[in-house]
């Protein structure tokens, strides 16, 4: 009898930057050293309708024309001991700050070489300069949790420091905010390579909770038997 594996291998999660160069969306990967060990989601919901025209009340107090705002917020532990071990040169020289460099990277607006050239013959021109946008990211946690996010905070703590003092352990917490397909709204109607990617990605992660509801309703009829006295 063939058994199971003891020690199955763990999917790591990740951050995916998108790059577009000359249209083409060029994925930059941000692979979690250690997943975190806790993940905590939030939801914020729209207002209800407003009251009808006579002030009267709510047109339909039930009313939400848009989904909620999701989020994630979370923490990654990065240490550069097991690299520092092995004797890597980038570990050597600058511990974690490279790792940190590229989280850091997802806060500031990256016009890339083409949308460089964009303001500056806008400026050159006298015209309005294009407004400088962040990356779009995709949070990768396991083939279930694949979704479009803006990263919204980031909170770095770094701990013990080489002797340039460029830190060797760190912890960066990570505040998340998942994109709609209606967050997109103002790139139509011809979205880029990577607006689409990401609606794709929203719509099957959708798709995706919808069946796992679904398939929790043999678990709700037990639950209303429990219920009934009978």
């Known amino acids: 009898m063939v058994g199971l594996r003891q020690n199955a291998r763990l999917a790591k999660g990740a951050l995916v930057q998108l790059l577009e160069t000359v249209g083409i969306p060029i994925p ?10 806790t993940l905590t989601r939030r939801f914020s919901m729209d207002s209800p309708a407003e009251p009808d025209s006579t002030g009267r009340g709510l047109s339909s107090p039930v009313a939400r024309p848009f989904d909620p705002e999701e989020g994630f917020s979370l923490t990654l532990e990065l240490d550069a001991t097991d690299d520092l071990e092995e004797g890597r040169p980038l570990a050597q020289a600058s511990g974690v700050a490279s790792r940190l460099a590229s989280l850091e990277k997802l806060v500031f607006s990256t ?3 083409l949308g460089q050239a964009a303001q500056l013959i806008a400026a050159a021109a006298g015209l309005e300069v294009p407004r400088a946008t962040v ?13 479009p996010v803006r990263v919204d905070s980031l909170e770095i703590e770094e701990e013990l420091f080489n002797p340039s003092l460029f830190p060797i352990q760190a912890k960066a917490t990570v505040g998340l905010t998942i994109l709609r397909p209606s967050d997109f709204q103002c790139q139509r ?3 880029s390579p990577a607006v689409m ?3 794709a990605a929203y719509t ?5 909770r919808e ?5 929790n309703v043999a678990n709700t009829v037990d639950a209303i038997r429990g219920l ?3």
């Open 228 to 230: 009934l006295p009978i």
């Open 135 to 147: 990356p779009i990211v995709f949070f990768v946690f396991g083939p279930g949790r694949i979704v």
């Open 204 to 208: 099957a992660w959708r798709a995706q």
């Open 28 to 37: 930059n990967i941000i692979s979690f050293q250690y997943n975190p060990e």
């Open 197 to 199: 990617l990401a609606i």
């Open 211 to 215: 069946v796992l509801a679904v398939a």
């Open 111 to 113: 016009p890339g070489p």
């Open 189 to 191: 109607p011809i979205p």
